[in-house]
């Protein structure tokens, strides 16, 4: 498909669902993460606080103010040296820090007032192998007096820091997980969203495929049997179908009663200038002979228009025709009509080829075109049927060619031979209207009608060009 061809209803309704779910994935996926670390941070700072009241429940100080610490900290990992979790005590005239605490380097903190509370993080911090790390760090302000002593009272703040290691495998796992399931249930959506789309556009699939049994005139009408969305569609497509057909009885009817109408005066004028011709009142010589020409004409016109009433068609709703029978058919009159001329006509029809019209249109075709080639013929004339040119979900055309070894015609006359009425030779009999009907009706298909040399027998090369058809 081309960037300047409009995509198909299902490829725009799948990409839009496809752009909209992936969307809505990434939104969830990236609202549980963040829900997720801010539970897990929020967990963190519940048990950071639990650690800060435990040490705060337990440490106790000298009458000196020096701190006494707890024999058994809250959680084992206090005393064991760059475990990850540390404790920290800030005293008005020093500090002190949990065996964990000795070898990294962690972030100072300063006094707090009473019952002011903090949470940080992540802060930047040095693990006792020397690595760069970072930790959360919570802090509470604290009172200390002696038998509630105002004068023995002083401030102190108690720090607890954990490092973001168990937090980060937490996340990582979670995030492995969350991606890996919505990826999955995004392939599974992806997959029901095709079934169901392709169950959704079904109808206007059914719709396509009758509308292609019209145009190829193996069905009259589309069906009734459609969703309401689609039925003025239908009924619309029906109602021009017969609207088509009717108009096309009425010009064919119209034609016929005209051309029926003018039989009869012309038969009568006929008549009365053959009898003055076998001995009637005289009529002036050049009076006769204008009337005998026009006599002739109006009869060519009234026997070409009675024609094409019988045998105009429409392209659009044809059934196709068999081309090799039509044919041979009219060979078979041809050579009983040109016995004495001894013309050999051969036949090269691809197989499959078909013509998709009114079969009256392939006669009159077929018929003008062989006729000129034998009447122009010495001894050999070709029919050559071909498919022409291709199109995407549309019936291929057609090339029909019909080549003679006559004299040939010089591309100054080929112009001049296709117009009404004109013969390419005065001395050989006919009314010079076949290949202008040939030409109106390669045009009422949207074709071309080509004379050129031919290459296969040296005459004349007559090439009708049919366009792909839908």
């Known amino acids: 498909m081309s960037w300047g061809q409009p995509r198909s209803l299902r490829a725009r309704q799948l990409l839009a669902a496809s752009l909209g779910l992936l969307a809505f994935l990434a939104l969830a996926g990236y609202a549980l993460d963040r829900a997720f670390l801010e539970t897990a941070e929020s967990n963190m700072r519940q048990r950071l606080t639990s650690y800060a009241l435990a040490y705060a429940a337990d440490t106790d100080f000298g009458r000196g103010g020096e701190i006494i610490p707890p024999y058994d900290p809250p959680d084992p990992r206090f005393d064991r040296p760059g475990s990850g979790l540390y404790a920290e005590v800030i005293l008005p005239n020093g500090h002190w820090d949990s065996m964990s605490a000795q070898g990294p380097v962690l972030p100072d903190g300063g006094m707090l007032k009473a019952a002011e509370e903090t949470f940080e993080g992540p802060l930047p911090i040095t693990e006792i192998n020397g690595h760069a790390g970072e930790a959360y760090r919570y802090g509470r302000g604290l009172i200390w007096s002696v038998d509630g002593d105002s004068k023995s009272e002083f401030q102190y703040t108690i720090y607890i820091l954990e490092d973001t290691s168990a937090l980060r495998q937490q996340v990582a796992v979670f995030r492995l997980s969350l991606w890996r399931n919505l990826g999955g249930a995004g392939v599974i959506l992806l997959l029901l969203q095709a079934l169901i789309m392709q169950w959704s556009l079904r109808p206007l699939k059914r719709v396509i495929e009758e509308l292609k049994r019209v145009q190829r005139g193996l ?3 589309m069906s009734e049997r459609h969703p309401r969305e689609l ?3 239908t009924e619309s497509i029906n109602a021009f179908i017969e609207s088509e057909r009717e108009n096309l009885d009425r010009q064919r009817n119209t034609l016929a009663d005209l051309a029926h109408s003018l039989k009869t005066p012309l038969a ?11 001995g009637g009142a005289a009529i002036d010589a050049g009076l006769r002979e204008d009337v005998d020409v026009q006599l002739r004409r109006m009869n060519d016109l009234v026997s070409y228009q009675l024609s094409r009433a ?5 392209a659009l709703f044809a059934a196709p025709v068999a081309i090799e029978p039509h044919a041979e058919e009219i060979v078979r009159g041809l050579e009983k009509v040109y016995s004495s001329k001894g013309i050999l006509c051969e036949f090269d029809v691809a197989e499959g080829v078909q013509f998709h019209g009114e079969p009256g249109d392939l006669q009159e075709l077929l018929g003008n075109l062989l006729e000129n080639a034998f009447k122009w013929a010495n001894s050999r004339v070709l029919l050559t049927v071909q498919s022409g ?3 995407a979900n549309r019936r291929p055309g057609l090339l029909l060619a019909v080549d003679d070894d006559g004299p040939g015609i010089p591309p100054e006359k080929i112009a001049s031979i296709l117009q009404r009425g004109v013969r390419g030779d005065e001395r050989v009999h006919g009314h010079g209207i076949g290949l202008a009907i040939v030409q109106d009706l390669v045009r009422g298909y949207r074709g071309t009608l080509d004379v050129i040399p031919s290459e296969e ?4 090369r007559f090439e009708v060009k049919l366009p792909p058809g839908l």
């Open 457 to 460: 027998l040296g005459g004349a």
């Open 268 to 278: 009568v004028l006929r008549a009365r200038l053959d009898d003055d011709q076998n």
């Open 389 to 391: 040119e291709t199109a």
């Open 310 to 314: 019988a045998s105009g068609g429409h």
């Open 219 to 221: 069905a009259s009408r």
């Open 231 to 233: 039925e003025p569609l």
